[in-house]
């Protein structure tokens, strides 16, 4: 039973060292890599969270939401064939929050949710009348009849100041605050440039105030389907239902709370959980795969029913696995880990890179104005020579070829001299009094851009008479400095400074409701003292911007590999111009300002994962930039990465089992000889040598092995000497039985026992016990019989019998130095009577079977062969019926011998010896020899 459970805590420790706790490295270390898969995932997914937000923060803003959802719902219903339904769906879709009407060129309703009817006032006469004074004018130039003011506050409310009320037809059109006691709605209005469609929105107060903006962003703006989702609590109630705080379903992120609302982002499982590296299939094959082995093993060992067997050199492949294979899982995780942050760590570095790269894009766009300048100061060079025979139409038409001007709409030239009337630009010259047509304007911006072209001649010649010290008369520098207030809205001295400073160079101005580029430079052909002419050239900034992205775009694309780049202008046209997903990157932009974007901020472009980099243009007026890096990339460097990490883990693990093989294999030659020599003493064979085993420890083994052999062929031959002196068992006797064992470690001790009929009637009983082991107890016990055989003259008096031993072992004792401890008894059967001789400390014993008397007989003597003079004295003892004599050879036994002897009493000698060894808890391991003789 403790063998089978030796056994089998044996093999719970193998499996405990050699599957369990591997499987528990791989399980732990898995599950660590995926705690740091999705802690890395979250912080991206907070990136984009933060991100997303900014969008999110314009639907805070429930008016500026408004009046953008009303341009666009405007700007659909005029251009559909059904803006009845264009409406009622927008209405719809902001939770009816307002109510409209729309007006065609004829002024007739179209399209309504609430009858114009139920207004006091009269629609006709505000639109044709009143509406055009808000639109064109200044609140500061506008004058209404009385009659327009009744109409006007009969229909939106008799609080509403009418100088207050600015309306144009910008997409910044605002809410109008008709009636400070909230009595009557907010209105919106609204008209095409041509006027033909008017619309007017009309805006409870209180919807201005209930989200309706934030609620219409996440029901119906975000995307739906997306692992990221944002929702709303109002007034305690969310605003989807069905996205749940539940940590079992996702991770919830607070971004924005005040007193009425919470908003947070819900992170569903899916974008971050790393299930693959946790699943169940995995955590039961890895368990499997270790423990198929021993489940091997000891199927196939109970179905042979043999003990389980491992060899040594398997033990020791194992154990080179153990020792090397769990450290390079751990180094595999901690690697992981490693690249994981690596991961991190080349998005931002590409984030960093790919954004200083845009910003310098943005930058180089000084390199325009350069470029440019260069132009137009080449094409002088080769134009003010000319002018030394006069100006014709021949030399400037061959002056504005060398400007190459490919936009006249977008761009021009003024060339005004300061003796005459002469003047030219870009579409005409006029020359003596003669007007020459260059090029024609634009037919829908002719008003424009003819003002425009009037007012930049009359200040360019006003510049070129104060630099000349022939300034203009009185009355047309007044008129100049209104037309500054008004329309350049700068004063005259402000501009004149700024022509006069930014000679040469480059400049920004603002003319009436837009911002051009101006270039201007004084040229003196005639008289070094006075400026003869002043050249400008201009460009709207959008041109000036354009030419540089469209002729810098294609080149851009190439300086980072893979990185793609893209110009937006107001959130409409995309550059380059064949670029697919347009709708995507337009839609980007409303995410960026003039900061750099979050790092870390991932969208699909074209169905590929990007990392975006982004940024509002500050050089370039309207504009964004965008960047774009393939994560394909940088996932490519990372399984590289990995790729070599695995490589590297796998030849690690390949050579530890190569050296551990090759160590294994050194090892088994060895323990295999030894092998065969245990197997070589379990089968007896003392005549097996081992070969030199090497200067190691197995060589020593070997040699001691080898000297053993020696010996136990020694013993061997003095086991059968033995073998041969021990009595052999006599029929039981109808007046006495003898039996007798001995009890030892080693077969080959020096316990010696005999019995044998010296004479018709006399009985010889002897126990011995030699100092020594092996051949020379053999020797000393092969003298004893020697003597028995021999001396039969002797063996009925034991005193004499003990003298011939004695002086035997005194012969030999000079070479051997031996002694033996001698019990002889020759008992007489008709007599019953006996003799005893005893040598050495252990007594013969004599019981009485009836009476249950226990006494010893004789007393201690010298063993036979320790003193050099001794004379061995002989004790006599009556032998009855139903009486017995124990002898045992170890002395210490002799007092246990006599308290258990009577009690353990029985006819039967071999019964009674065993009934003493139990009693007295004889064990194997007691070095005795006992003898039993009933009678």
């Known amino acids: 039973m403790f063998k089978k459970s030796s056994k089998t805590l044996w093999l719970a420790l193998h499996i405990i060292l050699f599957a369990i706790i591997p499987i528990s490295v791989l399980i732990i270390g898995f599950e660590y890599i995926k705690t740091k898969k999705e802690k890395s995932l979250l912080e991206t997914a907070e990136y984009k969270i933060e991100t997303d937000f900014k969008t999110l923060e314009y639907y805070l803003h429930d008016e500026t939401f408004f009046i953008n959802y009303f341009n666009m719902l405007f700007a659909k219903a005029i251009k559909s064939n059904d803006p009845q339904e264009v409406l009622q769906t927008g209405q719809d879709l902001v939770y009816d929050s307002f109510e409209y009407i729309l007006w065609n060129p004829n002024n007739r309703a179209i399209a309504y949710s609430i009858d114009s009817k139920n207004f006091n006032g009269d629609w006709k006469q505000f639109w044709n009348e009143t509406f055009h004074k808000c639109i064109n004018l200044t609140p500061e130039k506008r004058t209404y009849t009385l009659e327009e003011t009744i109409n006007f506050r009969k229909l939106f409310g008799p609080q509403i100041i009418l100088d207050h009320v600015y309306i144009n037809r910008y997409p910044e059109s605002s809410i109008l605050r008709c ?167 080349l998005y931002d570095n590409m984030h960093a890179k790919g954004t200083q790269y845009i910003l310098n894009f943005d930058n180089r766009m000084e390199s325009e104005y350069a470029m440019q300048i260069n132009n137009i100061k080449n094409a002088l060079n080769i134009f003010v020579p000319t002018l ?266 390949l050579l530890t089992v190569i050296l551990g093989r090759f160590l294994s294999e050194s090892l088994e030659y060895p323990i295999k000889r030894l092998s065969e020599g245990a197997n070589a003493i379990s089968r007896r064979d003392f005549k097996k040598r081992l070969p030199n085993l090497g200067a190691n420890e197995f060589g020593e083994i070997a040699e001691v092995f080898n000297d053993t052999m020696v010996d136990f062929e020694e013993l061997q031959i003095a086991g059968a000497v033995k073998e041969h002196l021990l009595p052999i068992p006599i029929s039981d006797s109808l007046l006495y039985s003898v039996y007798a064992e001995i009890h030892s470690q080693s077969e080959l001790n020096g316990k010696y026992y005999d019995y044998f009929e010296s004479s018709e009637n006399h009985v010889s009983i002897i126990t011995g016990s030699a100092d020594e082991n092996g051949t020379a107890a053999a020797l000393i016990m092969a003298m004893v019989k020697a003597a028995v055989l021999n001396e039969k003259n002797l063996l009925e008096s034991p005193a004499k019998f003990g003298e011939k031993v004695d002086n035997l072992l005194k012969h030999i004792k000079k070479s051997a130095r031996v002694n033996m401890s001698l019990q002889y008894i020759n008992i007489d059967l008709d007599e019953r009577k006996g003799k005893c001789l005893n040598a050495g400390k252990a007594l013969p014993i004599l019981v009485n079977g009836k009476s249950k008397r226990v006494t010893t007989i004789g007393s201690q003597g010298s063993k036979l062969g320790e003193s050099e003079t001794c004379a061995y004295k002989e004790t006599n003892f009556e032998f009855k019926d139903n009486s017995a004599i124990i002898m045992c050879t170890n002395p210490s036994y002799t007092k246990l011998l006599l308290q258990k002897a009577a009690e353990s009493y029985h006819k039967d000698p071999a019964t009674y010896t065993n009934n003493l060894i139990k009693s007295m808890n004889i064990k194997d391991s007691c070095e005795c020899a006992i003898l039993v003789f009933t009678a």
């Open 179 to 345: 009636d400070s006691k909230s009595q009557k709605p907010y209105v919106w209005l609204k008209a095409t440039k041509n006027l033909s469609h008017k619309i007017a929105i009309f805006i409870e107060p209180k919807n201005l105030e209930n989200h309706y903006a934030l609620k219409h962003y996440i029901e119906h703006i975000q995307p739906q389907n997306e692992n990221i989702t944002f929702n709303a609590i109002i007034n305690g109630e969310p605003v989807l239902k069905d996205v749940c705080d539940d940590p079992e379903k996702g991770r919830v992120f607070k971004v924005f709370q005040d007193d009425e609302m919470l908003i947070f982002a819900f992170v569903k499982k899916e974008f971050y959980s790393q299930s693959i590296f946790a699943s169940t299939h995995f955590n039961t094959v890895i368990p499997i795969l270790f423990l198929l082995p021993w489940v091997y093993m000891a199927v196939k060992n109970k179905i042979s029913k043999k003990p389980m067997f491992i060899s040594i050199s398997k033990k020791l492949l194992l154990i080179f696995l153990y020792a090397n294979g769990l450290p390079l899982a751990m180094l595999f995780f901690t690697a992981y880990d490693y690249i994981i942050q690596k991961e991190l760590a």
């Open 388 to 653: 030394k025979e006069g100006l014709t139409l021949e030399n400037y038409q061959t002056f504005l070829a060398h400007l190459d001007i490919k936009n006249h709409d977008e761009s021009g030239v003024y060339l005004i001299a300061s003796s005459s009337k002469t003047m030219g630009t870009s579409r005409i010259l006029n020359l003596n009094d003669e007007e020459f047509i260059l090029n024609q304007f634009d037919d829908s911006r002719r008003k424009d851009l003819t003002t425009e072209f009037d007012i930049l001649t009359s200040v360019l010649k006003f510049i070129l008479g104060i630099l000349n010290e022939e300034p203009e008369d009185t009355k047309t520098s007044t008129e100049l400095e209104i037309v500054c207030e008004s329309f350049l809205q700068k004063p005259l001295i402000e501009v004149l400074h700024q022509f006069i400073s930014s000679d040469g160079e480059i400049f920004s101005f603002g003319v009436g409701n837009r911002n051009i580029s101006i270039f201007n430079t004084f040229i003196s052909v005639f008289d070094k003292a006075k400026f003869d002419f002043i050249v400008a050239m201009n460009w709207t900034n959008y041109y000036l911007e354009s030419m540089y992205v469209e002729r810098q775009i294609l080149h851009a694309n190439r300086n980072i590999e893979g990185l793609k780049l893209f110009v937006v202008y107001n959130n409409r046209e995309v550059w380059p111009s064949i670029t697919p997903d347009k709708k995507m990157i337009r839609a980007t932009t409303t995410t960026l300002n003039e900061k750099p974007n979050n790092p870390r901020h991932f969208i699909t472009y074209n169905n590929e994962k990007y990392l975006l980099m982004g940024i509002k243009c500050r050089k370039m007026e309207n504009r964004h930039l965008i960047a774009l890096y393939p994560v394909s990339k940088v996932k490519a460097e990372i399984n590289e990465e990995m790729q070599y990490l695995l490589l590297s883990a796998i030849i690690s693990l």
